[in-house]
């Protein structure tokens, strides 16, 4: 079992909060208690368990996106399919962005692929393998609570350790490091799908599902119990 934060209304815990701009700061729109800090709670929840449907196309986890889905990850380099330069270079098309039309022919720059190339770049695809839709949460490095409320601080480099630059605290472990100096902690293993510390994992398993999960994650630590979910979610749309 996980936990994940969520903001509330401080006076009566509800979640219906309507957010205006300032002066008028945060309106709770059950109790109509009005000010500018939400409290921040831990919900118990078993990730594996809930529902998860892409907001941009409406795809289960494990199926394929609608084709244009900005959350479709591109099988070669790991970015978004819809904006990055793959589908011109596995097309034999020179892509600079230095040069003028990012060195495509200036009709393709301005129009997009012909269909023909279109077509072409489809079949790629196809023979490559589209990443299905399996969703990540962001998770705190130093806890492991899923989807921590995010915050800003000119202070995260000054405070964090050098490890946790590109990763996610929640605004607990932060406080803590903040008002710890000598606070000595190392980065812990956490599942990255569904957060428990020091997962069990078996490589072998991991393998079944690697080449169904965006490139640039395929090096996170995945407990056996979560890639035995996402290989039987994908398993549903597609025999793997």
């Known amino acids: 079992m996980s936990f994940r934060e969520e903001n509330v209304c401080p006076n009566c815990f509800s979640k219906e909060i309507v957010f205006n701009l ?9 109790c109509n208690w009005k000010g500018f800090s ?14 998860k449907i892409c907001h941009d196309c409406g795809t289960n986890e494990g ?13 070669f380099c790991g970015g ?5 330069s793959c589908c ?5 098309y020179e892509y600079n962005w230095n040069k003028e039309y990012c060195g495509l022919p200036e009709e393709i720059y301005k129009n997009g692929l012909s269909e023909k190339d279109q077509n072409i770049w489809e079949s790629i695809l196809v023979k490559k393998g589209r990443i299905p839709y399996i969703l990540f949460p962001n998770i705190c490095a130093m806890c492991g609570v899923l989807w ?8 995260w480099k000054e405070i964090t350790y050098p490890y946790f630059h590109n990763d996610m605290l929640c605004q607990s472990c932060f406080t803590i ?14 599942c990255d799908y569904c957060g428990i510390l020091n997962p069990i994992t078996d490589s072998e398993l991991k393998e079944s599902i690697v080449n169904y999960i965006e490139p640039l994650k395929r090096e996170r630590l995945i407990c056996n119990d979560c890639c035995q979910h996402i290989f039987n979610r994908i398993n549903e749309f597609m025999e793997i």
């Open 22 to 30: 300032p002066p008028e700061g945060l309106k709770c729109g059950c």
């Open 38 to 51: 939400l409290k921040i709670i831990r919900k118990k929840i078993d990730y594996r368990e809930k529902e």
């Open 63 to 75: 199926d394929i996106h609608y084709r244009g889905c900005d959350m479709e990850r591109c099988p």
């Open 80 to 84: 978004q399919l819809i904006s990055c």
């Open 88 to 92: 011109y270079k596995q097309l034999g």
């Open 148 to 155: 921590p409320i995010m915050f800003h601080s000119k202070k």
């Open 177 to 190: 490091l903040e008002n710890n100096k000598n606070y000595k902690n190392k980065k812990a293993n956490f």
